[in-house]
C-alpha cells in the first residue's frame, strides 16, 4: 500500500528534491517494512498505530530490524562471493584469498568415459583423484570468473599457501589452488619460486598489464567517506515557442459544422479503420417491415445506424476474395456470413439478403463495362490504407472557394466552417484498387436512401453526398492517393494514371442496372487536385493559376 501511494502521488520525487533526500526516501519505506512486519500480528489498524507510537517513544536500539537502512551504495566496498558475482561488474576488484583452497571432501566423480555420476562408498586412491581433479576444475572456473569481473583493475593477494602436511622444507600446497595450477602447469612451487613464477608471467604480458608489489608495510588509516557536495539543480527557462494550432483533423472533423448539413453528433477527429461514422445519424433500428411472404427481409430493411453499417464495411474488408474464387466458393461464403453475423449480433434470418448484397457488389460492373471487384487480384487491392496529409495552413475560406469553383456538388453543399490550422489530416480509404493502369478509390456506403432501387437514383445519391459532405470526403481521398502515386510512379500523370471515386450505396447496388442505381462514380478534375495540393502545402491561389497556365 505504502509503495502505490509513494508511486500514484509522486512522494518519491518530492522527496528527492531535499538536499537529503535519499535519506528521508529511505527511512520512509524502511518504516512501511516495519509497519507490514508488524500488521501480521497486531489486530487491527488501531492496535497496529498504537504499536507503531510506542515504538517512536521507545524504540528498541538492539533490534536489528531497527537499524538505520543504507540510504545508497554508490560508494560502498561491496564484498560478494564469486559464486554471486556472475555476470556482474565492477569498477576495481580485490580477490583477498586466492590460493586458498579447499579439498574435496567426498568421492563424489564423474566417469570420465560414460560421464554418469559416482560417489564412491569405499576410499580408493582412483576416487580420490578424479574427485580433486573435478574440484579443481570447478576453482579454475571460478578463478575465470573472478579475474573477468573488473573494469579498470583487479587485485590478488598472492602467498604460498600451505596446509600442516606440507612440511618445512619450503614446499607449498599452492600447486593444487587453481591459481598455483596456472602459475606451474600443475608442478609443486617451493616458497622461494613463487616471486619467480609471477615475474615470468609478468613478462609475458606487455605495458605492465601485470604489477608485482609487496603489501604496504604500514598500517593504513582508517577509511573516510569522500565528502562529495552534488551541485544544486535547477530548471532552465523555456524560450522556446509552442505552437497551439497544431493538431490532426479528419475529414469527420473538418466537415462538422457545414452549413448545409443536418446536425450531427460530435464525432473524434481521428477516423476508426471500418467505423461507419456516416451512418451515425440513423438510429440502430429493428427492420422497419417484418418479415412476411409479401415483404421478405432484404438490406432495404437491414437495421440502420453505426452498428450496422460498420457491420456491413467489415464483411467486404474481412472477406477472403482468393477463397470466392475457388470452386467451393459457394460453401467458403456461407460459413463466412454465418461466423460474421453470430459475431455481430444478427440472426441467420439476415443471411440470404446480406449473401445477395455481398454478390451483387462484388459482380456488378462498375463501369458499365468489365470493372467488377470480384476481379481484382490481391496485389491491385490496398483494404483500408491509412494515409496522413501534412497541412501547412489551412483555412476555411480558401478551401470554399477552391472547390466550389471545381466541382458542382460542393458548389450545391454551402461553406465549410472551421478553425484556420495546421498540422495532419488522418484518414482511411476503404478501397484503393487499381484496374487497366488507373488507381481508383472506392468507398462503401451504408446509408438508408429508402425502401425502392428509385431512391438510390443518381439525382438521390447525389442529394445524400451534398447532406453528408461526401464531396470533400472524396476530394480528400483523392488528394491523398495523388501524393501516393507521385512519389511511387517515376512517369506520374494525373490524367493517365488516376481513374476516380466509386461510392457504392449498398442498400441500392444492383446487377446489370444500365441506369447503375446505387454506384456513384465521379472524377474530380486535376485543377481541383493540384489546387487542394497547393493549398495544404500554404500556397497561395497565385501558383495554383500559374500551374494551370504550363499544364494548358
Same mark, same amino acid.
Given at each position: 500500500?505504502?509503495?502505490?501511494?509513494?508511486?500514484?502521488?509522486?512522494?518519491?520525487?518530492?522527496?528527492?528534491?531535499?538536499?537529503? %533526500?535519499?535519506?528521508?526516501?529511505?527511512?520512509?519505506?524502511?518504516?512501511?517494512?516495519?509497519?507490514?512486519? !508488524? @500488521?501480521?500480528? =497486531?489486530?487491527?489498524?488501531?492496535?497496529? !498505530?498504537?504499536?507503531?507510537?510506542?515504538?517512536?517513544?521507545?524504540?528498541?536500539?538492539?533490534?536489528?530490524?531497527?537499524?538505520?537502512?543504507?540510504?545508497?551504495?554508490?560508494?560502498?566496498?561491496?564484498?560478494?562471493?564469486?559464486?554471486?558475482?556472475?555476470?556482474?561488474?565492477?569498477?576495481?576488484?580485490?580477490?583477498?584469498?586466492?590460493?586458498?583452497?579447499?579439498?574435496?571432501?567426498?568421492?563424489?566423480?564423474?566417469?570420465?568415459?560414460?560421464?554418469?555420476?559416482? #560417489?564412491?562408498?569405499?576410499?580408493?586412491?582412483?576416487?580420490?583423484?578424479?574427485?580433486?581433479?573435478?574440484?579443481?576444475?570447478?576453482? #579454475?572456473?571460478?578463478?575465470?570468473?573472478? &579475474?573477468?569481473?573488473?573494469?579498470?583493475?583487479?587485485? #590478488?593477494?598472492?602467498?604460498?599457501?600451505?596446509?600442516?602436511? $606440507?612440511?618445512?622444507?619450503?614446499?607449498?600446497? +599452492?600447486?593444487?589452488?587453481?591459481? %598455483?595450477?596456472?602459475?606451474?602447469?600443475? @608442478?609443486?612451487?617451493?616458497?622461494?619460486?613463487?616471486? /619467480?613464477?609471477?615475474?615470468?608471467?609478468?613478462?609475458?604480458?606487455?605495458?605492465?598489464?601485470?604489477?608485482?608489489?609487496?603489501?604496504?608495510?604500514?598500517?593504513?588509516?582508517?577509511?573516510?567517506?569522500?565528502?562529495?557536495?552534488?551541485?544544486?539543480?535547477?530548471?532552465?527557462?523555456?524560450?522556446?515557442?509552442?505552437?497551439?494550432?497544431?493538431? *490532426?483533423?479528419?475529414?469527420?472533423?473538418?466537415?462538422?459544422?457545414?452549413?448545409?448539413?443536418?446536425? *450531427?453528433? !460530435?464525432?473524434?477527429?481521428?477516423?476508426?479503420?471500418?467505423?461507419?461514422?456516416? $451512418?451515425?445519424?440513423?438510429?440502430? *433500428?429493428?427492420?422497419?417491415?417484418?418479415?412476411?411472404?409479401?415483404?421478405?427481409?432484404?438490406?432495404?430493411?437491414?437495421?440502420?445506424?453505426?452498428?450496422?453499417?460498420?457491420?456491413?464495411?467489415?464483411?467486404?474488408?474481412?472477406?477472403?476474395?482468393?477463397?470466392?474464387?475457388?470452386?467451393?466458393?459457394?460453401?467458403?461464403?456461407?460459413?463466412?456470413?454465418?461466423?460474421?453475423?453470430?459475431?455481430?449480433?444478427?440472426?441467420?434470418?439476415? +443471411?440470404?439478403?446480406?449473401?445477395?448484397? #455481398?454478390? *451483387?457488389?462484388?459482380?456488378?460492373?462498375?463501369?458499365?463495362?468489365?470493372?467488377?471487384?470480384?476481379? &481484382?487480384?490481391?496485389? !491491385?487491392?490496398?483494404?483500408?490504407?491509412?494515409?496522413?496529409?501534412?497541412?501547412?495552413?489551412?483555412?476555411?475560406?480558401?478551401?470554399?472557394?477552391?472547390?466550389?469553383?471545381?466541382?458542382? /456538388?460542393?458548389?450545391?453543399?454551402?461553406e465549410l466552417q472551421f478553425h484556420r490550422m495546421k498540422g495532419m489530416l488522418k484518414g482511411f480509404i476503404d478501397l484503393t484498387f487499381a484496374y487497366q493502369g488507373r488507381w481508383y478509390v472506392l468507398d462503401y456506403k451504408s446509408n438508408w436512401l429508402g425502401n425502392n432501387i428509385s431512391d438510390y437514383s443518381r439525382e438521390a445519391m447525389e442529394k445524400v453526398m451534398i447532406e453528408?459532405?461526401?464531396?470533400?470526403?472524396?476530394?480528400?481521398?483523392?488528394?491523398?492517393?495523388?501524393?501516393? +502515386?507521385?512519389?511511387?510512379?517515376?512517369?506520374?500523370?494525373?490524367?493517365?494514371?488516376?481513374?476516380?471515386?466509386?461510392?457504392?450505396?449498398?442498400?441500392?447496388?444492383?446487377?446489370?442496372?444500365?441506369?447503375?442505381?446505387?454506384?456513384?462514380?465521379?472524377?474530380?478534375?486535376? =485543377?481541383?487536385?493540384?489546387?487542394?495540393? =497547393?493549398?495544404?502545402?500554404?500556397?497561395?491561389?497565385?501558383?495554383?493559376?500559374?500551374?494551370?497556365?504550363?499544364?494548358?
Open positions: 500500500m505504502l509503495r502505490q501511494l509513494v508511486f500514484q502521488r509522486k512522494i518519491a520525487e518530492r522527496l528527492l528534491s531535499f538536499q537529503d %533526500g535519499e535519506r528521508r526516501l529511505t527511512d520512509l519505506l524502511h518504516l512501511g517494512e516495519l509497519l507490514a512486519a !508488524a @500488521s501480521l500480528e =497486531q489486530q487491527g489498524a488501531s492496535a497496529l !498505530a498504537r504499536w507503531f507510537s510506542e515504538q517512536v517513544i521507545r524504540p528498541n536500539q538492539n533490534a536489528d530490524d531497527q537499524q538505520l537502512h543504507l540510504e545508497s551504495e554508490r560508494n560502498l566496498v561491496k564484498i560478494i562471493t564469486i559464486h554471486k558475482s556472475k555476470g556482474l561488474e565492477y569498477k576495481v576488484v580485490f580477490i583477498p584469498f586466492p590460493c586458498h583452497l579447499r579439498k574435496a571432501d567426498s568421492p563424489l566423480y564423474h566417469d570420465p568415459q560414460t560421464s554418469e555420476t559416482w #560417489l564412491a562408498l569405499t576410499p580408493s586412491e582412483q576416487a580420490s583423484v578424479l574427485s580433486e581433479k573435478e574440484r579443481l576444475a570447478e576453482d #579454475l572456473r571460478l578463478l575465470y570468473v573472478a &579475474l573477468t569481473r573488473s573494469v579498470y583493475c583487479c587485485y #590478488l593477494g598472492m602467498a604460498p599457501y600451505k596446509s600442516g602436511k $606440507a612440511g618445512k622444507e619450503g614446499k607449498t600446497d +599452492l600447486h593444487q589452488s587453481a591459481i %598455483g595450477y596456472l602459475l606451474n602447469q600443475g @608442478s609443486e612451487i617451493i616458497s622461494q619460486d613463487l616471486n /619467480l613464477l609471477l615475474e615470468q608471467v609478468a613478462k609475458q604480458c606487455d605495458q605492465q598489464q601485470i604489477v608485482i608489489s609487496a603489501p604496504p608495510a604500514d598500517s593504513l588509516p582508517p577509511y573516510a567517506p569522500v565528502n562529495t557536495q552534488e551541485a544544486s539543480l535547477s530548471p532552465r527557462n523555456f524560450t522556446g515557442n509552442i505552437e497551439r494550432n497544431w493538431w *490532426t483533423t479528419s475529414y469527420s472533423a473538418l466537415s462538422r459544422h457545414a452549413s448545409h448539413r443536418a446536425e *450531427t453528433p !460530435a464525432v473524434a477527429s481521428n477516423e476508426s479503420p471500418g467505423f461507419d461514422t456516416d $451512418a451515425i445519424n440513423e438510429q440502430h *433500428t429493428a427492420p422497419d417491415n417484418p418479415q412476411s411472404e409479401d415483404n421478405p427481409l432484404s438490406l432495404f430493411n437491414f437495421p440502420k445506424g453505426a452498428q450496422p453499417g460498420t457491420f456491413m464495411h467489415s464483411l467486404f474488408e474481412e472477406l477472403d476474395m482468393n477463397a470466392l474464387r475457388c470452386a467451393d466458393n459457394d460453401a467458403y461464403l456461407d460459413s463466412f456470413l454465418v461466423d460474421s453475423h453470430a459475431r455481430a449480433g444478427y440472426g441467420e434470418e439476415w +443471411l440470404p439478403a446480406t449473401k445477395d448484397m #455481398l454478390l *451483387t457488389c462484388l459482380n456488378a460492373p462498375l463501369d458499365k463495362d468489365n470493372l467488377r471487384l470480384i476481379n &481484382l487480384p490481391d496485389s !491491385a487491392r490496398r483494404v483500408e490504407m491509412e494515409f496522413y496529409l501534412p497541412i501547412e495552413q489551412l483555412n476555411p475560406q480558401s478551401l470554399n472557394r477552391l472547390i466550389a469553383q471545381h466541382d458542382s /456538388l460542393s458548389a450545391r453543399a454551402g453528408h459532405r461526401y464531396d470533400l470526403q472524396y476530394q480528400l481521398y483523392s488528394l491523398a492517393l495523388h501524393r501516393l +502515386l507521385k512519389h511511387r510512379l517515376p512517369d506520374y500523370d494525373y490524367d493517365r494514371h488516376f481513374g476516380g471515386v466509386i461510392y457504392l450505396f449498398l442498400r441500392g447496388v444492383q446487377m446489370n442496372d444500365p441506369e447503375q442505381h446505387g454506384i456513384f462514380s465521379h472524377k474530380p478534375s486535376f =485543377q481541383l487536385i493540384n489546387g487542394l495540393d =497547393q493549398l495544404f502545402r500554404g500556397e497561395d491561389g497565385k501558383d495554383n493559376q500559374t500551374e494551370e497556365l504550363i499544364r494548358c
